[in-house]
């Protein structure tokens, strides 16, 4: 069995259909031999979201789907400016660039998202009509922006977040193919532009050897491969949760598939003080609460009771480090079979700052 423990949630490609689209309000290339059907139509229960960019009223409209709202991709096209493009290759539409690149796959499923090759599994997409949608928490949590909705007046305005000054772009590790019986294609953050180049050696040296340490166990993995197995592979993918105050907040995703029912991933979180480049435990962010870990083991425990799926063995965090931030808030993260079985996913629970700190903390005055 294999030393690498990962899994990719829901691992998209394999098996699915793909689908050349007209987004709305304009036309990209459509792909006949790759059509599908529009997976949804609209519901008799959606409502208009009429969208602003930066406070300017637009001619576009979203949608509102069970108090969900999507933003048309002609919208970030022809309005954000975003980069839009179709791989016949891939069968699949990928938006944006750099750090912020989202890929969406259609098919008789539904619409899939990465970004960065990181699988999200909190969000899906809609194809309506054969026109492409995506939620706006999408957009808050993965790709730079913040929205004000106004659910009274239905309207949304679509704004860029404050991020760090810095840049963010993907590194890849590549070696093998499927005629060879194993495939790594592993991508990863590295940043740029910081004024400490010191702190910003230190950053991207521990992305890198995070993803170096995995590239090295799937080596050691596929040289003890039978060639009768069916070919091995090994994907890595990560997500920019939260690039404010000074912080940097990194999600990666390793995967591997050696054989068997499914493949294996882990999770693994980085959150860096852009003053040092220290990888900042919680109690460096909620250390204002001298009984914040009690709290959370008391709240974490509340949860996982309540969790149908849940078998055991939680008795308290025994690491600092398996956590992430996003704009206002701290999610707490297990590797699958922790405390859940592999069909359950990987467990997440979000907690406000305010949960945790003080009132009026922050939880990052000690980083100033």
Same mark, same amino acid.
């Given at each position: 069995?294999?030393?690498?423990?990962?899994k990719?949630?829901?691992?998209?490609?394999v098996?699915?259909?793909?689908?050349?689209?007209?987004l709305?309000?304009g036309?990209?290339?459509v792909?006949t031999?790759?059509?599908?059907?529009a997976v949804k139509?609209?519901s008799k229960?959606?409502t208009?979201a009429?969208?602003?960019w930066?406070? @300017?009223?637009t *001619?576009?409209?979203?949608i509102?789907?069970?108090g969900?709202?999507?933003v048309?991709v002609t919208f970030?096209?022809?309005?954000?400016?975003? %980069?839009?493009?179709y791989?016949?290759?891939?069968s699949?539409y990928?938006?944006g660039?750099?750090?912020?690149?989202?890929?969406?796959?259609?098919?008789s /499923?539904?619409?899939?998202?990465?970004?960065?090759?990181?699988f999200?599994?909190d /969000?899906?997409?809609?194809?309506?009509n054969?026109?492409?949608?995506?939620?706006l928490g999408?957009?808050?949590? #993965?790709?730079?922006?913040?929205?004000?909705?106004?659910?009274p007046?239905?309207r949304?305005?679509l704004?860029?977040?404050?991020?760090?000054?810095?840049?963010?772009?993907? &590194?890849?590790?590549?070696k093998?193919?499927?005629?060879?019986?194993a495939v790594?294609n592993?991508? $990863?953050?590295?940043?740029?532009?910081?004024?400490?180049?010191?702190?910003q050696?230190?950053?991207? &040296?521990?992305?890198k050897?995070?993803t170096?340490?995995f590239?090295a166990?799937?080596e050691?993995?596929i &040289?003890?491969?039978?060639?009768?197995?069916?070919p /091995?592979?090994y994907d @890595?993918? #990560? &997500?920019?949760? $939260?690039n *404010?105050?000074?912080v940097?907040s990194?999600l990666?995703?390793?995967y591997?598939?050696?054989?068997?029912a499914h493949?294996?991933?882990?999770?693994q979180?980085?959150?860096?003080?852009?003053?040092?480049?220290? *990888?900042?435990?919680?109690?460096d962010?909620?250390g @204002?609460?001298?009984?914040?870990?009690?709290d959370l083991n008391?709240?974490l425990s509340?949860r996982?009771?309540a969790?149908?799926? $849940?078998?055991?063995?939680?008795?308290?965090?025994?690491t600092?480090?398996?956590? /992430?931030?996003?704009?206002?808030?701290v999610?707490?993260?297990?590797?699958?079979?922790e405390?859940?079985?592999y069909?359950?996913?990987?467990p997440?629970?979000?907690f406000t700052?305010k949960?945790?700190?003080?009132?009026?903390?922050? %939880?990052?005055?000690?980083l100033?």
């Amino acid at each position: 069995m294999s030393k690498i423990s990962m899994k990719n949630g829901r691992k998209w490609g394999v098996g699915l259909l793909a689908a050349g689209l007209l987004l709305g309000g304009g036309v990209l290339p459509v792909h006949t031999s790759f059509a599908a059907p529009a997976v949804k139509n609209p519901s008799k229960a959606d409502t208009v979201a009429v969208l602003k960019w930066n406070g @300017a009223l637009t *001619q576009q409209t979203g949608i509102v789907r069970n108090g969900q709202v999507f933003v048309p991709v002609t919208f970030l096209r022809d309005v954000v400016k975003l %980069p839009v493009t179709y791989s016949q290759k891939d069968s699949a539409y990928t938006i944006g660039k750099d750090s912020a690149k989202m890929k969406l796959l259609v098919s008789s /499923y539904g619409v899939s998202i990465t970004v960065n090759n990181f699988f999200i599994n909190d /969000y899906e997409g809609l194809n309506v009509n054969n026109r492409l949608y995506v939620p706006l928490g999408l957009l808050t949590d #993965y790709m730079g922006y913040k929205g004000d909705w106004n659910a009274p007046s239905g309207r949304l305005n679509l704004m860029v977040s404050p991020q760090n000054a810095l840049k963010i772009t993907t &590194a890849n590790y590549a070696k093998g193919s499927e005629d060879k019986g194993a495939v790594i294609n592993l991508d $990863y953050p590295q940043v740029s532009g910081l004024a400490n180049t010191d702190v910003q050696q230190k950053i991207n &040296a521990a992305l890198k050897q995070s993803t170096m340490r995995f590239a090295a166990s799937a080596e050691e993995d596929i &040289a003890g491969r039978d060639k009768q197995s069916p070919p /091995y592979s090994y994907d @890595a993918g #990560y &997500a920019v949760t $939260y690039n *404010q105050n000074g912080v940097l907040s990194v999600l990666l995703n390793q995967y591997g598939y050696s054989g068997g029912a499914h493949g294996m991933s882990y999770r693994q979180a980085f959150t860096f003080s852009l003053k040092d480049g220290k *990888q900042l435990l919680l109690g460096d962010l909620f250390g @204002a609460n001298p009984n914040y870990k009690k709290d959370l083991n008391t709240k974490l425990s509340q949860r996982f009771k309540a969790d149908e799926s $849940y078998f055991g063995g939680f008795t308290g965090l025994n690491t600092e480090q398996s956590y /992430y931030l996003k704009d206002g808030k701290v999610v707490i993260f297990f590797q699958l079979y922790e405390y859940t079985p592999y069909a359950a996913g990987f467990p997440e629970f979000a907690f406000t700052f305010k949960e945790l700190l003080p009132n009026g903390g922050s %939880p990052f005055s000690a980083l100033k």
